[in-house]
């Protein structure tokens, strides 16, 4: 079912229940007012009995013949009657042969109640007591309010045809508004099935950016600026990573053709197969450099966290890297150092935060004239403050903003030291994955970048 009958259907429904309601509510009442009409009627009648009864004092047909001659209306299968509880009998009765139905009355009277009212079947009783010397009298009068029944019957049937009627123009009504309400989605859904890789720049158009729809088609171009933008950053970076690597393999296969292409020294071999292991290292770096872009890319709920202590984390990479970079030094410096263990730990991945320190630490080292990476931690509200600084030449303000994407690389560097930039876009992406934050600044004195970590000390 769509949305177009599933909305008609759901509000016909919720009509036709409002409707029913009003309906019975009008029936309902109609038929209290009608009943107490015609109980009004009826206490009339014995009203104007008893006053005949006091006036004239007698209960004969002399009654009767006023009592017919006071009704203009007479009402259908009327009776009067006159029931002496003294006697237990009934003095008498405009309708010897409907007695029966008051006789089966008389049980039903309440002592003390002087004005009752009853119903036996169709009938409507009234019953008025009267108190004079002869003892105690019951004046009951009973009829059939046809007129009401007539009424109620063609109230019913009214209500009923309108209400059927009413159901079918909410069918129509209810078909046409939710078209009408629905006729915009039509058009985003040939606007969306327009859209292809090719012209993902293309965004839905609405004419009310105010509405529901508005703000789902607001939704929906934000979704689209992030899919162009991570279908730009594939495609540059699927561009870079061929350039990256057909410039090694075009050197590898350039200099074994040249070396196969006559018989060489021993010394020649040698000169080749260091150059070839050269660029098979180049090669063999930037392979682990894009698989840990690739690592660091999977969602943060794939990754297990656990507490990691990271003074430790940092004398690691430390020891590590000037092991594996001799003529490197790497000093670090603990500032405000807390008592607290737990100040020290960070809910993180201990292998990536040990490849986000050993980047920052490489590029401090590699970018340095000295070859030495200044690193500075502090423990104090709530957070975890790494601070991994050289000296050397500044970047150029108009690059900063730049160095975290994949594969970007500042001039002023790019002739200073070999690489692939990767390394600080591997840094950018397992910073988020720790919800952390990365930022950089760079003067005439040297370079800092500032990591900022959660401590568990805070929670």
């Not at 004092?57 to 006159?82: G, H």
């Not at 690597?245 to 071999?269: C, E, F, H, M, W």
């Not at 660091?296 to 004398?315: C, F, K, T």
Request: hydrophobic fraction near 40%; charge should be negative; glycine fraction near 4%.
């Amino acid at each position: 079912m769509n949305i177009r009958t599933r909305l008609t259907g759901q509000f016909a429904f919720l009509v036709t229940l409002i409707l029913l309601f009003f309906s019975i509510g009008v029936y309902f009442f109609s038929e209290l007012y009608l009943e107490k009409r015609f109980y009004k009627r009826l206490e009339d009648r014995a009203i104007t009995t008893t006053t005949l009864l006091f006036d004239v004092q007698r209960a004969d047909t002399t009654v009767i013949r006023l009592v017919d001659a006071a009704v203009k209306n007479p009402l259908l299968n009327e009776t009067i009657s006159v029931y002496n509880e003294k006697s237990k009998t009934f003095l008498f009765t405009t309708n010897p042969a409907n007695s029966q139905l008051h006789e089966q009355i008389i049980p039903r009277l309440q002592p003390g109640v002087e004005t009752q009212y009853l119903r036996q079947n169709e009938y409507q009783l009234v019953a008025i007591y009267l108190n004079n010397t002869k003892g105690g009298n019951w004046i009951i009068v009973s009829g059939i309010d046809q007129p009401g029944n007539d009424a109620l019957d063609d109230l019913k049937k009214i209500l009923l045809v309108m209400v059927l009627a009413a159901i079918f123009l909410l069918g129509v009504v209810g078909w046409f508004f939710a078209d009408r309400a629905l006729a915009p989605m039509s058009g985003i859904i040939e606007q969306v099935n327009a859209i292809y890789p090719a012209n993902v720049e293309k965004r839905v158009e609405h004419p009310n950016r105010f509405d529901e729809i508005g703000a789902l088609v607001t939704t929906f171009n934000r979704l689209l600026d992030r899919i162009e933008q991570a279908i730009d950053t594939q495609k540059m970076f699927i561009a870079n990573v061929s350039h990256e690597l057909k410039n090694p393999l075009t050197k590898i296969n350039s200099q074994i053709d040249v070396a196969l292409i006559q018989k060489r020294d021993a010394g020649a071999y040698e000169r080749t197969l260091r150059s070839l292991q050269e660029d098979t290292r180049t090669l063999t770096q930037l392979t682990t450099t894009l698989l840990e872009l690739a690592n660091v890319s999977i969602q943060v709920s794939n990754v297990p966290l656990e507490p990691v202590r990271v003074d430790e984390l940092l004398w690691e990479v430390k020891t590590h890297y000037q092991e594996w970079h001799p003529n490197s030094v790497v000093q670090l410096n603990f500032i405000d150092f807390p008592d607290d263990e737990e100040s020290l730990l960070t809910q993180g991945n201990r292998p990536s935060l040990r490849v986000l320190l050993m980047n920052l630490v490489d590029n401090a080292c590699k970018f340095s004239p000295a070859k030495t990476a200044q690193v500075d931690f502090r423990a104090q509200d709530g957070k975890l403050t790494v601070v991994v600084s050289n000296e050397g030449l500044p970047i150029p303000e108009a690059d900063l903003p730049y160095i975290f994407e994949p594969f970007f690389r500042s001039d002023a560097t790019a002739q200073s030291s070999k690489g692939h930039g990767v390394g600080l876009a591997v840094v950018a992406q397992i910073t988020q994955m720790h919800q952390g934050s990365i930022s950089v600044s760079s003067t005439t004195g040297g370079t800092a970048f500032t990591l900022t970590l959660a401590s568990l000390g805070q929670f």
